[in-house]
């Protein structure tokens, strides 16, 4: 158990977004809104999973929609709490504590927003270990968690709650609801009890996502390699040094996707890349063969400052490094292969191991 | 004929160019007065080529006045924030991510800053998020009026989806504020993005009477001068605006300084796609050109500590410049400089400092000052000392650099004597004639830009038909901003499908330049 004061959330949002491996959205009006949330209502109790009690009721806190109009639409500040509020009347008890869906991007900040507020504690873990698009993509899943009920709310004042025959049909009411309630909404739903959570969250990641971004920030002031220090904290493998050449788009199946292919320099030189990615990086071939696959983590970075970089700012000319970090092994089992691996998002490959 | 000036912190430089030909040009120091450096500039090219004041049909002036005031966090006006959008973004409250010391610079004399949130604002596709309340605007009016504040800027939540609301709520404050008020629109400065944007509205608004006095010093530098052609001011994308759209838009001067020589470089070696290296006295600044313009930079620029989100090149700093001090053991160059002291400071003028240029000299790249002084100066040592030079340029040229072909680098600037006619690794550099005042020639030949950037629906099969329109529409704003109709092209296009969201909604961007009409502008004159 620990407390973690607004500075502290500097770095946990860079860590965040490099775990987002090009999705999740910036962390960063996540962040303003979480340190304006801790400083009104006072700082977050972070706990380890084996700190819940065993019959404690943790309900995950995420904000669904395009980051692009979270960006420009901020929240009104109410919208969690509202979700939160609604769901305990379904279920018809209190939540005792809140848990982040994802570690990856905006959603590692948004939990921070609800429970500053309430002043619940918020599990040191997440139920991705990374980012995914969809809200079935999540390993409690595989031990037949629910995402319902799941209670939406927008900034205007609209909550829902759902109430469904599978997570398939929880993404699709929810996805649709959120775009007709302005694309940015929050949301309060997986409800667990405590003695579920070692099974079924990746621990520690909220820790990790600020040790990492502590890495990278002491590397650039050492002046030494911030991409190395972000290798070295993910056991990652450094698929390719390079320049991104070209970046193509399309929309399909309503989610953005695309390629970008780069090209080696230093000791990478003709050696090209190419990255397939829909919100979030999900393939990589270098010199045209597959080395990484979702759901391991292929994050790209800042070369110079180790900054993450999101799949909507690639752009041509960008000097990246690209990093393949393992997943949580659970994601690799059949079931959680079946949920996010290359083949769900239409690639037509089995997962790969990363080189060593 | 054309006048082209750039004020720097530290040098005036002013050009004169008729169609293709540079007829005179001039390097002078920047008076802390705006006036008289101009005045000296725009006499010395004129007398320098026997034009009369008369002859002349524009001028085009690049300016440092208005970043350089953010910076200082000085010569700012108290400013007022309305934000349209409420019950969205009551969370973060204007200016909630900038520095203590700029919100204190803007804040009226009670010391609290001046930030109201409002309701209004729209969704991504247009629909309201609340309506507009007049009443609630009449009050914020009376609040701004009695706390004695003159500049406003307005935000509304997805105004480059529809400024509807802004422009309501303008028409408001200016009936309950009178005409003396300054009003700054958020669709007017940026794109998507509130709080970049709206901060950039917010800085543009603290600017506005800086702008207004730094404007007319301008006229009245070209009064003087003789000269009653229209002035222009250069933009951060290497446009132009004319005198009234820079009295109402300071903020879109902030990176025209790079942009310039960027530009200036490309008109004189002819070149289109190359490296540029702009080399001053403290700093060599590498940047990229694409089809004649700056490779922008991605994402947002932070300025003074305040995130904002209008377009800026991508340049690479490096610390050495002509200035540079020189440890020859080493060797090492820069980043510290003897800066605007070089006439006094460098051996070659007789001072006690050995900087990069005594290494020109001495190396004979340059002439300048007396090269008697630096007769001393151990030959290996000095081709030791420009070898680090050219490896360290080169080496920032490369990491810019987007393909592994062969590129030429233009060398330009007054410290560009300090590279020879190659780097390692790039066969092809050149300097071309008039290279130390690339800035002044890029702000003469700009020409008239106009942008769409917003988030458009596009219906399954409608997307040649919505590019269609965004094209026209980016190439009326042109038009209207004084280009010649038949000059203008589209530059650049971007589409960006907006991620985790059906329903085809997509950013695009058009950006459309042409020549400023300069017989449409005589005509008026007329």
Partial sequence: MREIKPEQLEDMARGAGILGTGGGGDPYVGKLLAQQAMREHGPVTIVDINEVPADATVVAISGMGAPTVSLEKLPAGTEEVTALRALEKTLNRRA???????????????????????????????????????????????IGVTVAPMAVADDKGNTLVLQTVSNLWTERLARTACVEMGCSVSCADTVMRGDQLAESLVPATLTLA???????????????????????????????????????????????????????????????????????????????????????????????????????????????????????PRWLTPGGIELAGPRYFGYETDHVSLPT | MRIGIDVGGTNTDAVLLDGDRVLATVKSPTTPEVTGGVVAAISAVLTGSGVPPGAVTAVMIGTTHFVNALVEGARLAPTAAVRLGLPAAASLPPMVDWPARLRAALSPADGEPAVYQCH??????????????????????????????RSVAISSIFSPVSADDELRAAEILAAELGPEIHLSLSHDIGRVGLLPRENATIVNAALRDLAVQIVEAFTRSLTEAGITAPLFLSQNDGTLMDVEHARRHPVATFASGPTNSMRGAAYLSGLTD?????????????????????????????????????????????????????????????????????????????????????????????????????????????????AHIAERIAETVDRMRTSPGPIPVVAVGGGSVLVGDTL???PDVRRPDHYAVANAIGAAIAQVGGEVDRVFQIPEGH????????????IAHAEKAGARPNSVTIVDVEEVPLAYLPGGATRIRVKAVGDLDLTRLEESRA
Avoid: W
Avoid at chain 1, 115 to 137: H, N, S, W, Y
């Fill in chain 2, 274 to 386: 190359c490296a540029v290296v702009d080399i001053g006295g403290t700093t060599a600044d590498v940047g990229m050109l694409v089809g004649g313009f700056p490779r922008e930079a991605s994402g947002e620029a932070e300025l003074a500590g305040v995130r904002t989100n209008f377009r800026i090149p991508d340049v690479l700093s490096l610390g050495i410049g002509g200035g540079s001090l020189v440890d020859l053991i080493t060797p090492t160059v820069g980043p510290r400089s003897v800066g605007y002291q070089l006439t006094e400071k460098a051996l070659v003028f007789g001072g006690d400092t050995l900087t990069a240029t005594d290494l020109a000299v001495a190396a004979g790249r340059a002439e300048i000052g007396d090269p008697s002084h630096i007769a001393h100066l151990e030959r290996t040592k000095v081709e030791a000392a420009l």
């Fill in chain 2, 463 to 474: 997307r040649d038909t919505v590019l269609a329109e965004a094209k026209a529409e980016a």
């Fill in chain 1, 96 to 142: 005792t504590h809140l848990m982040p869906i994802e570690v990856g991007g905006l959603n590692s900040m948004v939990p921070f927003i609800a429970a500053a507020q309430t002043g619940l504690p918020l599990v040191d873990g997440d139920a991705m270990g990374r980012a995914f698009p969809e809200a079935q993509m999540v390993l409690p899943a595989l």
């Fill in chain 1, 210 to 328: 600020e040790n990492l971004g502590r890495a990278v920030r002491e590397a650039r002031t050492a002046h030494t390699d911030p991409v190395e220090a972000a290798a070295d904290m993910l056991n990652g493998v450094r698929l390719l040094t390079g320049k991104v050449v070209d970046v193509q788009r399309r929309t399909s199946g309503g989610f953005a996707r695309g390629d970008a292919r780069l090209e080696g320099i230093g000791t990478d030189t003709n050696r090209t890349l190419e990255l397939s990615f829909q919100n979030e990086h999900l393939l990589a071939r270098r010199d045209g063969e597959i080395i990484a696959t979702t759901p391991d983590l292929i994050c790209v970075l800042d070369t110079d400052t180790g900054e993450p970089v999101t799949t909507e700012n690639m752009r041509y000319g960008l000097r990246v490094t690209v990093l393949g970090v393992p997943c949580d």
């Fill in chain 2, 424 to 426: 390692p690794g790039f």
């Fill in chain 2, 120 to 149: 209004g604002g729209h969704e991504y596709d247009g629909r309201p998020i609340s309506p507009l309340d007049p009443e609630e605007l009449r009050r914020t009016a009376a609040d701004i009026a009695a706390r004695g504040v």
